[in-house]
């Protein structure tokens, strides 16, 4: 059974930079055909895709993040990682971790969730 | 970005009766394979969204018949025949044939 958990930082300061991480049991993120996915939701903006990191390593981010973000991995512990460099308000949100399909896009097994609230 | 534009945004629902959510999409999402990118989800509250509908009109595994989609293009619809008490929740819509992926606004189904 596939499971996903998000851990990181639960109140940071305007300016700062969000990490979050998602740990990944009962299934490798190299294998083919997957992606690994960042997606938030806020009361004023719903559902937002973040990006993605295939199971080769490639990053694909949403734009509307202008630069801000990276996506990374570690493959030694299964796990994957979101920064969010010089976070605002609006950056409030809860943060989802998720496994997508490549062929078919859609987003299978998520984590739980991770309220990262920015305020100073 | 693709908008995805679901209605009704709120649908009261006796359980027993059936249910039917609209999404349109600003852009078709007809692929050149013959799929359409999008997909339903259900969120209940404190849980992460549930995948319950992919490429317009399959069925996740584990998710009941009661539950199907339809639609090609721009237009798509979320057909539940008979709503349950489990059923209640935001159902949203996704497009995943254009980066960045993008998501409906949600529709509320509430207990009549």
């Known amino acids: 059974q596939l499971q996903l958990q998000e851990s990181g930082s639960g109140l940071i300061k305007p300016s700062q930079t969000l990490s979050l991480t998602c740990a990944v049991s009962?299934?490798?993120?190299?294998?083919?055909?997957?992606?690994w996915s960042w997606i938030r939701q806020s009361p004023g903006k719903g559902l937002e895709w973040i990006g993605h990191?295939?199971?080769?390593?490639?990053?694909l981010y949403n734009p509307s993040l202008k630069g801000r973000v990276l996506i990374s991995e570690d493959r030694s512990k299964n796990q994957f990682s979101l920064h969010l460099i010089s976070v605002t308000a609006a950056d409030t949100a809860v943060y989802y971790c998720a496994r997508d399909f490549d062929s078919s896009g859609h987003f299978d097994h998520w984590g739980q969730g991770s309220l990262v609230t920015v305020s100073s | 970005d693709i908008v995805m534009t679901q209605s009704p945004l709120s649908l009261p629902v006796t359980p027993g009766e059936p249910a039917s959510i609209s999404c349109r999409s600003s852009q078709s999402l007809l692929y050149s394979n013959g799929y359409n990118y999008l997909d339903w989800y259900l969120q209940k509250p404190g849980q992460p969204p549930q995948l319950l509908i992919y490429?317009?009109?399959n069925r996740a595994s584990g998710v009941p018949d009661r539950f199907s989609g339809s639609g090609s293009g721009t237009d798509f619809t979320l057909k539940i025949s008979r709503v349950e008490a489990e059923d209640f929740g935001v159902y949203y819509c996704m497009q995943s044939v254009q980066v960045p992926v993008t998501f409906g606004q949600g529709t509320r189904l509430d207990i009549e």
């Open positions: 990191i295939s199971h080769s390593g490639s990053t």
């Open positions: 490429l317009g009109s």
């Open positions: 009962g299934g490798s993120i190299s294998i083919s055909g997957y992606s």
